[in-house]
């Protein structure tokens, strides 16, 4: 990752941030406990993805103790939480045969086929960041961090799975020009038979059978550490800057001392 960071006040900053990392899942990592066990299903299900993830936020960052930066006194320590709004790039793939497969051309939940009234998703999609954090100052120039910053995002296909199966006549029928590509769109998007080639649950991942579950939107959180420097002014009064004198009683230091009279 990397950041611009702006303290406002001892409240409040603002942080606008750039993070790039490769997510990736796989059913068949589960280990079912039982036959029909809610992870069974996941394990039979079999399916897996990797993709690169590029996210570029802003947020706003409450203290809850007074912070600010360059201090080396008692506003060194900053624990804040935060909230704010991102934009981020996925691109979800899988591996077949030892090739490396981009998932969405495929459309392996029938998304964009006439009639299923499912949309094709976009690969840029909003979020919002939500987290905490531990500020420290460890030098007047130098500041360390860390923090949980959690993604809540508007979309179930960071992993091209959200609603149910569709046919292989689906694809076949949308892939008319295109036998090749529908026979691996139907390939990749049922592979129980992989570990089930008798078929003797088949009935599980048949069409219209649910395939994911479109009320729980995907996630992504980043826990990290960060390093910073402090630019500019740093705001800080040092420990032995002295008070000016007051002459003539008024608070006036524009006034010069009276000489005593006889």
Known sequence: SAFYHRQLNTRWGIKVIGSYTSIAGDDKLLQPRSLFSP??????????????????????????TRYEPGSISRWRWGPYAFVGVGL???????????????????????????????????????SIPIGFGLRYNVTTDFTIAFEYADHWTFTDYIDDVSTEYV??????????????????????????????????????????????DPKDKDHYAFPQFTFSWVMGQHHVRPKNQMKC???GGEGNTNKKARKPTR
């Not at 996941?42 to 203290?63: G, K, P």
């Not at 006439?114 to 840029?124: A, F, H, I, T, V």
């Open 39 to 64: 992870e069974w299903f996941r394990w039979y299900r079999n399916l897996n993805f990797h993709s690169n993830l590029w996210d570029v936020s802003v947020w706003a960052e409450y203290y809850l």
């Open 167 to 212: 046919s292989q006549a689906d694809f076949n029928s949308y892939f008319a020009n295109d036998p090749a590509t529908a026979s691996l769109a139907w390939q990749l998007s049922v592979r129980s038979d992989e570990i089930d080639p008798d078929g003797i649950y088949a009935y599980v991942t048949a069409p219209g059978q649910q395939r994911g």
């Open 88 to 126: 981020f790039h996925f691109n979800p793939k899988t591996e077949v045969n030892g090739t490396t497969v981009e998932l969405r051309p495929l459309h392996t939940e029938g998304q964009g086929f006439p009639g299923s009234g499912r949309k094709e998703y976009s690969l840029y999609q909003p």
């Open 245 to 247: 004198m007051k002459w």
